[in-house]
């Protein structure tokens, strides 16, 4: 269902809006010709998603604020707007297998949905799935590695985690799980005995930062041990 959208809705309705949604803004007005055809066409294309690409329809004798801000220079003017930016634009009108096209281009890959639809719900077999659908990915490669620290899997995180690359997400989980194998109850203490060997021991260097990278940068221990990290190594 296509919305009408003011200079004051502007933002809720297609800035906000095309960060989960795409969305087709129409700047149209009811003296031009073309619209009374294509509008009809955009309607028709993007109800048939099913809300997975939204219209958004402007008139520019009412909103003449939104015309200026876009630099609309002759209505129709159709503006893609995605993740909160306008993506493209095209202006006059279109046959309707070329708005067939585009909007079937702005639609979600399956494939990306549901691992979506597996990670939200979190189960370890859903878990399994999405990774087993996009081995690659690093979001369902991490919650399935979180899950099993969690669980008591951290041996089989820490052998998941390298098929995708290095990021901080995978760094504090591989840490985490690191730990939870050879647990700490007192990380100043731990932190405090490991700076003794950290110069010759390559074990004890990557058990401290393992530390370091469990208690995040938030805790402000974390700066001053990195600090004492350097001065050790450097």
Known sequence: MAVDVTDASFQTEVVEKSKTTP??????????????????????????????????????????????????????????????QPLDAFMGGQPEHMIQNLVTSLLPDPTQVRVHELLEQGTEQALRDAVALVPGNEDAVCSLAEFLVRTGGAEEALALLPRIPETERVRRIAATARLSLNPVDDFDDQLQSLLERVRDDEAARQEYLDILQTMGPEDPRTAKYRKQLTARLF
Do not use: H, Y
């Open 23 to 84: 969305v087709l803004v129409d700047f149209w007005a009811p003296w031009c010709e073309p619209c009374k055809t294509l509008t009809p066409i955009l309607e028709r294309t993007t109800d048939a998603t099913g809300g997975q690409v939204v219209l958004a329809k402007v008139n520019i004798d009412e909103n003449p604020g939104l015309m200026q801000a876009f630099g609309i220079k002759s209505v129709p003017t159709v503006v893609i707007f995605k993740d909160g």
